[in-house]
């Protein structure tokens, strides 16, 4: 059975050659397919304009008889390679991977090919945007300090302490504090609250979970302690925040 399914493919793969070579169609190298990510990554503003403006010319697998899922099926294609190659290059996964969804959802609900295009390129720059943000931010700090900072960015779901920071980057625990708070202009304990109240006020806005799961999701050591320190940071407690943002947040979205 599996030799058969081989050989089906195999035939359908060697038509499928013959016919693109028929009408002189020639994929894309992997280096000129990824040149537009390494803008991307990079913070390459001008650099990805002038490569999207190349794209616009560009000829692509057909996909589809639909010229509209020709488009989703692309642009889907392009926005996983794109929301990985920035988190392999500094932007964190939550972030990356919830805008990912966000423009999937936003594209679904277009029903033009030029609409599904146009926000391609708005997802590109996008992200380029984003990441010309992380690369100038990250100049400002000492390498020791960035991997501190990484760490934090993949373990907001555990409880960290200074002491344990350090440890687990092999630190003098009174020497990251004194060097952190004189870099980033805040303690490590509260630039550490501020990324988790962050990372709570994205998942209010786009999900359905619990104040209890988050709560538990991101280390806090239950609801109300959640609740107090986010009401001290926002002014306004998780649940009044999400009332707040929840609806709008779709709403902007269609």
Known sequence: ????????????????LFKQREEEFVHATLSQEMSGFDFVKNGDISGLKRFLVKHRKAKFPKLSQSPVLQERYLFVSVITTCCRVCIESGMPSDESYGLSDLYILK?????????IKALYEEMMLDYAVRMKAYHEKSTDYSPRILLCMEYIE???HDRITVQTLADELEMNASWLSTVFA??????????IRQKKISAAKFL???????????????GFAGESHFSTLFKKYEGVTPKEYRKKTYNKTFTNLA
């Open 154 to 156: 993949n373990h907001m």
């Open 182 to 191: 004189k870099e980033v202009g805040v303690s490590v304990s509260d630039y």
């Open 204 to 218: 209010l806005s786009y999900n359905e979970y619990s104040c209890t799961d988050i709560a538990e999701y991101l």
């Open 107 to 115: 594209m679904d609900k277009l029903n033009s090919a030029d609409e």
């Open 1 to 16: 059975m599996q030799d058969k399914v081989v050989k089906q493919m195999e035939a359908a793969l060697s038509d499928y």
